[in-house]
């Protein structure tokens, strides 16, 4: 083959080079011959270009019959004259003049209408579908956005341990590992070490991987998940919920702008996203209760909300919605009791459009040494686990608020998937570990 630089799909598919001689790399995406001719379409990180070998333009007769013989996923180099082609996806298809197989594909297992069982034992070919990839752009956005506004807003980004001591969100949904003599738990949010971070950074965030023993089989649980989460010094509910809506927007905006083609190839339009401004609109705990009790929906003070209401009480907004004030017993040990109604917490969740749930959960933390033992206590917590935490309102202890928010459930929302095992390259749940 000659020396051109390799150009990416995308740069083709861009029209500029239309009339030179290109070359590119990938996959076989589909394949299929006839007499003199091979149609191909070739795959990389950026798109997909038809490939058409004409046995009389080819430079050499080895390279046609490879091309022949080289099933769907074997690795090649195209070489070729680029033309514009109304037909082809995208436009534009390649002349094909060279064409060299790096690696001959197996019969590759993966076809169309295989069962979705079929299709998790094999997820670390099924990565390569055009559909996770698309996820899979779209979750990078998310950080990279995530990132960029922090930053903007003065936060530092924080590494928080994995391997932890204690329960931050209750003992009920802790995965236990062996460590040397002793137990350790694999994080189920890094809030309480965050915490501890606001004392010298003030407004601090991180990205970590948390761990729920949750046996819920439902489309928006994993046992192991992203977890984005914030927490800011000197800050109240209030405060909480404008930095939670506003980062939340941002995202949305940035990958309206850099997720145009992968919005619409995943039946999103970009649109949906772009309106998500700010503010969202609120509700108090009492006040959900009673929009479902309209609905026909009966709840008790206290108790949760399921798929079902969630789905309920976003089903006529565009927007995100908060449910604040939630009820003490409902919530963990840490969230402040409003000095105004102690039967409530100064919290928040945000709950997704279209029903995708609970994406944020958030509060103003207690500072109150005694009342975060009483808190404990009624958990039937171990104390002495968390020494060190109460140690933090012992120490020039401040107003302080946080939240983390689930990154699987927002971009399963941002791409329109129909299960969070579609947000993630290797999804864990109650039944699968492998592959
Ligand atoms: O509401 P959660 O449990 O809140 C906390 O862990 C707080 N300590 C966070 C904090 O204030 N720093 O979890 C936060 C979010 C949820 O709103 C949800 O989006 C996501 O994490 N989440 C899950 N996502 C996927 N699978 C699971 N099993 C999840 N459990 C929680
Ligand atoms: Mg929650």
């Known amino acids: 083959m000659s020396e051109l630089p390799f150009k990416k799909v995308d740069e083709l598919l861009g029209g500029e080079l239309v009339g030179e001689r290109v070359r590119t790399r990938g996959w076989i995406y589909r394949t299929r011959h006839k007499g003199k001719m091979v149609f191909t379409v070739i795959r990389d990180s950026s798109g997909i270009i038809q490939a058409t070998l004409f046995k009389g333009d080819m430079e050499s007769e080895d390279d046609f019959n490879d091309a022949k013989k080289a099933l769907v996923e074997s690795s090649v180099e195209v070489e070729g004259i680029l033309v514009e082609e109304p037909r082809a996806p995208g436009g534009y298809e390649i002349q094909v003049r060279r064409f060299h197989v790096v690696h001959f594909a197996e019969i590759f297992p993966i076809t169309k209408d295989q069962s979705e069982e079929f299709l ?120 909480n919920i404008k930095i939670q809506e506003e980062l939340l927007s941002h995202i949305a905006h940035r990958v309206a702008e850099w997720n145009r083609k992968e919005l619409e190839f995943l039946g999103r339009d970009p649109k949906d996203l772009l309106k998500i401004e700010t503010p969202f609109p609120r509700y108090r705990y009492s006040e959900a209760l009673d ?59 945000m709950l997704a459009p279209e029903g995708y749930g609970e994406i944020f959960g958030a509060s103003e933390r207690e500072t109150d040494v005694n009342h975060l033992i009483e808190r404990l206590k009624a958990e039937d917590a171990n104390i002495e686990d968390y020494e060190w935490y109460l140690d933090l309102r012992r120490y020039g202890s401040v107003q302080h608020s946080g939240f983390g928010m689930g990154v699987e459930r927002v971009v399963a929302w941002l791409s329109k998937a129909e299960h969070i095992r579609e947000t993630i390259p290797f999804p864990r749940t109650p039944s699968r570990i492998r592959p």
């Not at 341990?161 to 949904?173: C, M, N, R």
């Not at 991180?206 to 992203?226: C, D, G, N, V, Y």
């Not at 789905?311 to 840490?334: C, G, N, Q, S």
């Open 291 to 349: 929009n479902l009790r309209k609905k026909g929906v009966e709840l008790e003070w206290g108790d949760d909300f399921g798929a079902p209401e969630e789905r309920k009480l976003t089903e006529d907004e565009e927007l995100p919605i908060f449910v604040t004030h939630w009820p003490t017993e409902a919530k963990a040990f840490y969230m402040r009791w409003d000095p105004k109604d102690t039967r409530v917490v100064l919290n928040d969740d």
């Open 120 to 239: 998790m034992d094999k997820r670390h070919l099924w990565v390569r579908s055009r559909r996770l990839t698309a996820i899979a752009k779209i979750k990078h956005s998310l950080f990279k956005a995530a990132r960029e506004w922090f930053d903007e807003q003065g936060f530092y980004e924080v590494t928080p341990p994995i391997l932890t001591g204690s329960a931050a969100e209750g003992g009920a949904t802790l995965f236990e590992v062996k460590y040397f003599g002793d137990k350790a738990y694999l994080s189920q949010s890094a809030q309480l070490y965050l915490e501890a971070m606001i004392f010298s950074l003030e407004n601090v965030y991180s990205i970590t991987p948390s761990f729920r023993a949750e046996k819920s089989r439902t489309r928006k649980h994993l046992t192991e998940f992203w977890h984005l989460e914030a927490e800011e010094a000197w800050t109240g509910l209030e405060g």
